[in-house]
Nanobody, 123 residues
């Protein structure tokens, strides 16, 4: 069983930065593509940034391109999301996700989820 534990969320002001981390335990870390999804109140869960098992390819939703960076450290079994120039619209619960399928566009095709970490951005 794969377990994902997120950390790093919090309350920040618009323009600030945060780095989310997700530690993955269980079967070999490198077996999975990883990603970050987010869900705001009243909205569907959406992919924010995803990265292949090798780390060589990543995808971002348009609204975060140039501001967010996803990375993974296969030695530490950890995936990160560096979020810069945060906006109030970025506020949501951010979920770490692991999948054997690529691309990771559809939440219904995710194999494992973390419990989420809340990011709140004040204006």
């Amino acid at each position: 069983q794969v377990q994902l534990v997120e950390s790093g969320g919090g309350l920040v002001q618009a323009g600030d930065s945060l780095r989310l981390s997700c530690v993955v335990s269980g079967p070999p870390f490198s077996n999975y593509h990883l990603g970050w999804f987010r869900q705001a109140p009243g909205k569907e869960r959406e992919p924010v940034a995803t990265i292949t098992w090798s780390g060589y390819s990543s995808k971002y939703t348009d609204s975060v391109k140039g501001r967010f960076t996803i990375s993974r450290d296969n030695d530490k079994n950890t995936v990160y999301l560096q979020m810069n120039s945060l906006r109030p619209g970025d506020g949501a619960v951010y979920y770490c996700a692991a999948s054997t399928s690529w691309p990771m566009n559809d939440p219904n095709h995710i194999n494992f989820w973390g419990e989420g970490t809340l990011v709140t951005v004040s204006s």
